[in-house]
């Protein structure tokens, strides 16, 4: 008693401190890399200090995932008060309505300290303040086999000459002249204008279909097969690895990677792009700024108090000034560019040089479609599927119909009214139908059988309380025209992206593709899995070793061995192909930069990934087979092919036909792989299989509406595939 | 003996196909350049150094990151194991309207493309008020395992003889009473499966977990491990290790019970 005496005076004491510790947590998402994260995480614990009662929690979310996850918190009317992020999300943020314009919540004056790059304007409003300007692309250079940089391109091809060489005489090889990301229409855009004009107008509209992307296709081209002086395949993580390994004498990349090179203790330089000799014009790299955004979403005038407060914070010379000396990026504040730190920084004064020659970030959102064709039809120029004349015809085509459909804002027709009419009337006809079902199901739980019921129902009832929301949201929004412009205000349109994707001949081949992916994929795995299973069973010693060390593909996270499987693809520098030369000595293939071979890739790391499953399912249906079905085998002379096919194989089918159905949706709907091995659907589009391409439809371009009608019809392929299968399974098991 | 040899041919050819990513994964964490790519066939080389492991547990939040993960993978298990192996039993045992239905149902929750469900799951959570706590994972993880574990148990079920329980009723056990003290224990293997399977995909599940938890200090594994990943500035030395030692609860979880492992899927996937 007295114990509880204490308690309650005690409660009664803390409570109001205990109110008046609670602090006002503020939110900050950003997708800054590592070493920004520190200096950050440092500036934000400085400010909680200063400004008593307010927290701030700040997450990390990768660029294209700190988009998707925000656009999904604002949807659902929460999410930080804060988002970081690259410039070039502002435009889909701003035409969804879930960023604030900046310009309601602070003076007209506070703009004026900022370098315009760092506060970009968006249908005349500022809806973002950038911390730095920069994330551009110049040449670094390696200092140890250049003394210096290249003044224009002829000098560069042949200084590229020069380095790229077979140093130990194996006839590979050993280092290039000139290495980047040059797959990725964002490290080749600032060639084109080099090249003549602009790939895009003032108003947003994609100019593609013209001489200067002709002529930067043929330049790129010049630079891989004539002179030979960069790799045959190489992404990202190729020529960062090359570089870094004094493996290149040249690289195209972005000011964010110096913290890494100097991390690494090489000795480098940076330089423009060099200038284009036969146009006499430099390459304009994208300037462009990663700033805080303001969200639409505030719980309290508090909160909206704190989170400005917060960003006039970041956003101040103090803070600037940290990151500036902590991981040399330049200051957006335009009073600090005279600050002695900057000035006697010599990379920033070359970095600020190559500034004066680039080209403000495009901000709207039409240039995500403008992207995604320059992508999908480089790479295929990129695999000699396409001359240069028709790849820029074909990417000025594909930008329009994407950006078309992106903006595209369908009007209730009358199907909207037949639908919504339907589904009506199903509801009442369903109501009435189950009346019976649903009566004796609620008296079930009083009659004989109700220890069924609450045995059963637990389970079931957690399952479709999380499954069943989403399920009909789905449908709904399949019905829907929600899509960009229509984000926070979407209404049932009617059939729409049904016919559209039924009529689609893209569809049908995605299709044809996505059975073929599933077919392979489970045929192999089953197959060797049961392979496996039979071999450690019957011939070999230690069985539990061998068992272990094949579920270790199993045990480690897809995500990382996804990404080296990509890594093992590469032409030159995968293991796969230097296998393939040193010991079966047979011609490099392309894997990654080829369609067929691409998905080839993405079937066999999937094959690896799924046969671990297969086989310990299997290993199991072997246990249960008597042994003395083999001696009597034996007694009567079969040999082992005999054994196998007459009492392993029938005993194994039961066992291993249920997994092969659930393997065979788990693969149908497998999205991780193609999306990670073939870099989303490179080269150009072409390894698609019907679950990326949703993904793709939803997160790239915006096309939710669109996106859950196919996945409907997913979903109808794969209840009518099953119930199929488990119809002739049981008529099998009856007869 | 031709066939002994062609046998240990093919174990080995696969040993190395199935080894050998993971071995460029362990060479990756053991460089000290954070480069992804090499150009050579060698794991080990002269500048391989164990930084990575040793950042990865000092300087990193990895051990907070495995206590989040071990709690919520732990908690989901025990209420996957509890809900899986109950209404499988009333699947197995009993003839009621509309199970051969609701069988069906619960395969046809696999058959959603998963990523169009982040959204209206984000949705949802953020009414319910779940976002940033550990209960909006335990929901997802264990209803989302749910239906391979109903599957598998339900199968195991039907591979129980009958006349079991029907001697503990006819002792005057009442029907929980059998479940319990009869049939429980005998499907002590198709529980561990149950359980393994409910284990792993909560472990290194990754979608959900961004979804739900934004706070570092909730981070489980897969979330804490991507964040050593950004795009074109990954910490790709501490990424691999980490990601290794992930894998090595799982295996010695493997080791562990690989016995049940298998004797259990047997009995309970006969009839599949």
Excluded at chain 2, 26 to 38: I, P, W
Excluded at chain 2, 257 to 262: A, G, K, N, Q
Aim: aromatic fraction near 14%.
């Amino acid at each position: 008693m007295k114990f509880v005496k204490v308690l309650f005076f005690s409660l009664l004491f803390l409570s109001p401190l205990a109110k008046a510790a609670k602090p006002l947590r503020i939110q900050l998402w950003h997708q800054m890399i590592y070493g920004h994260r520190v200096v950050l995480s440092e500036a934000l614990r400085q400010f909680e200090k200063e400004n008593p009662g307010v927290t701030v929690q700040e997450t990390y979310r990768e660029t294209e995932e700190l988009r998707s996850s925000y656009q999904a918190a604002a949807m659902g009317g929460s999410g930080p008060e804060l988002v970081f992020g690259p410039s070039d999300q502002i435009g889909p943020f701003a035409t969804m309505n879930i960023i604030r314009p900046l310009d309601e919540v602070l003076e007209e004056k506070y703009f004026e300290q900022f370098d315009p790059l760092a506060i970009p304007l968006y249908h005349d409003k500022h809806y973002m303040i950038g911390g730095a300007v920069g994330n551009h692309l110049m040449l670094i250079y390696n200092k140890k086999l250049l003394a210096k940089p290249p003044q224009n391109s002829d000098e560069m091809i042949a200084l590229g000459k020069e380095h790229t060489r077979d140093l130990n005489g194996d006839g590979k090889i050993d280092r290039y002249g000139l290495v980047f990301n040059y797959t990725e229409p964002f490290f080749f855009a600032p060639f084109i204008p080099a090249f003549g004009e602009a790939f895009m107008t003032d108003d947003a509209k994609p100019n593609l279909d013209t001489p200067a992307l002709r002529k930067t296709f043929e330049f790129i081209l010049r630079l891989r097969d004539k002179e030979k002086i960069i790799p045959k395949e190489c992404d990202y993580e190729t020529a960062n690895a090359l570089f870094k390994q004094g493996k290149a004498a040249m690289l195209i990349n972005g000011d964010w990677s110096w913290g890494d090179y100097k991390d690494a203790g090489m000795d480098f330089g940076i330089a423009r792009i060099p200038l284009i000799s036969e146009t006499g014009k430099w390459p304009s790299p994208l300037v462009g700024t990663a700033g805080y955004s303001l969200n639409v979403n505030m719980t309290s005038s508090a909160h909206l108090e704190a989170a400005l407060k917060l960003l006039r914070y970041l956003t101040s010379e103090r803070v600037q000034l940290m990151f500036m000396e902590r991981v040399g990026v330049l200051p957006s504040n335009l009073s600090l560019r005279d600050n002695p730190i900057v000035k006697n920084n010599p990379l920033l004064k070359v970095s600020a040089e190559i500034m004066e020659v680039g080209t403000p970030m495009p901000v709207v959102p039409e240039v995500r479609g403008v992207w995604d064709s320059l992508r999908i039809q480089y790479q295929k120029l990129l695999a000699n599927s396409l001359t240069p004349a028709q790849a820029a015809e074909g990417v000025q085509k594909l930008a329009e119909s994407q950006i078309s459909d992106m903006n595209e804002v369908l009007q209730p027709d009358a199907s909207a009214f037949v639908i919504k009419g339907l589904v009506l009337v199903l509801v009442i006809l369903l109501a009435w139908v189950s009346k019976g079902s649903l009566l004796s199901f609620v008296q079930g739980f009083k009659g004989p059988q109700k220890f069924v019921y609450y045995m059963m129902l637990p389970a079931f009832v957690g399952i479709f309380a999380v499954i069943i929301y989403p399920f009909f949201y789905n449908i709904a929004i399949s019905f829907s025209n929600f899509s960009l412009r229509t984000f926070q205000d979407w209404s049932i349109v009617g059939l729409h992206h049904y016919a559209n994707a039924l009529t689609d001949p893209k569809f049908y081949a995605l299709f044809g593709k996505t059975i073929a992916w599933t077919v392979v994929n489970v045929f192999f795995h089953v197959t060797l899995g049961v392979f496996l299973a039979v071999v450690i069973n019957q011939v070999m010693p230690a069985k539990g070793f061998w068992r272990t060390l094949f579920i270790i593909p199993w045990a480690v996270p897809q995500y990382i061995t996804a990404l080296t499987w990509r890594g093992m693809f590469n032409q030159e520098y995968g293991p796969i192909n230097q296998f393939l030369q040193q010991f079966l000595h047979l011609s490099p293939v392309q894997w990654l930069s080829q369609p067929f071979t691409a998905f080839t890739a993405c079937i066999i790391t999937n094959v690896w990934l799924g046969f671990p499953f297969m086989m310990i399912v299997a290993l199991g249906g072997l246990q249960s087979i008597p042994h003395s079905l083999y001696e009597a085998a034996y007694l009567d002379k079969a040999n082992a092919w005999q054994r196998f096919r007459h009492i392993t194989l029938p005993l194994l089918m039961p066992v291993m036909i249920p997994a092969a159905l659930l393997g065979s949706i788990w693969t149908f709907n497998n999205l991780n792989i193609v999306w990670l091995v073939s870099n989303a659907g490179e080269p150009g589009d072409q390894t698609h299989i019907l679950v990326s391409y949703v993904y793709k439809a939803a997160f790239n371009l915006y096309r939710y509406g669109y996106a859950a009608a196919v996945s409907v019809l997913i979903f109808l392929i794969l209840v009518l595939w099953s119930l199929g299968s488990l119809r002739s399974q049981y008529r099998k098991e009856t007869r | 003996m031709i066939k002994k040899t062609l046998a240990w041919f093919s174990i080995l050819i696969f040993a190395m196909f199935s080894i050998y990513p993971i071995l460029y994964v362990l060479s990756v964490s053991l460089r000290g350049d954070n480069a992804f790519q090499s150009q050579s066939l060698e794991i080990i080389t002269s500048t391989s150094t164990l930084k990575n492991f040793v950042d990865l547990f000092l300087r990193t939040d990895f051990l907070l990151w495995m206590r989040n993960s071990l709690l919520v993978a732990t908690l989901t298990t025990l209420l996957g194991v509890a809900l899986a192996s109950t209404s499988a039993y009333a699947l197995s045992r009993y003839r009621f309207r509309g199970r051969n239905m609701m069988l069906f149902a619960l395969l046809a929750t696999q058959m959603f493309p998963a990523t169009m469900l982040i959204l209206p799951f984000y949705i949802i959570l953020s009414k319910l008020r779940l976002i940033d706590s550990f209960w909006g994972l335990f929901i997802i993880y264990s209803s989302t395992a749910l239906p391979f574990c109903v599957w598998q148990m339900k199968a195991y079920y039907d591979t129980i003889p009958k006349e079991l329980e029907e001697a503990a009723l006819l002792d005057g056990c009442s029907r929980w009473m059998t479940f319990y003290k009869i049939i429980l224990p005998v499907s002590s293997p198709a529980l561990v499966i149950t359980a393994l399977f409910s284990f792993l995909s909560s472990w290194s599940e990754y979608v959900i977990a961004a979804v739900v938890l934004q706070d570092p200090q909730l981070y489980t594994l897969p979330l804490g491990l991507r964040s050593f990943q950004a795009s074109m500035a990954t910490q790709w030395g501490l990424y691999a290790a980490g990601a290794l030692i992930v894998s090595v609860p799982v295996l010695i979880l493997f080791i562990s019970i690989s016995r049940y492992l298998v004797s259990g899927l047997t009995m309970g996937s006969v009839k599949g």
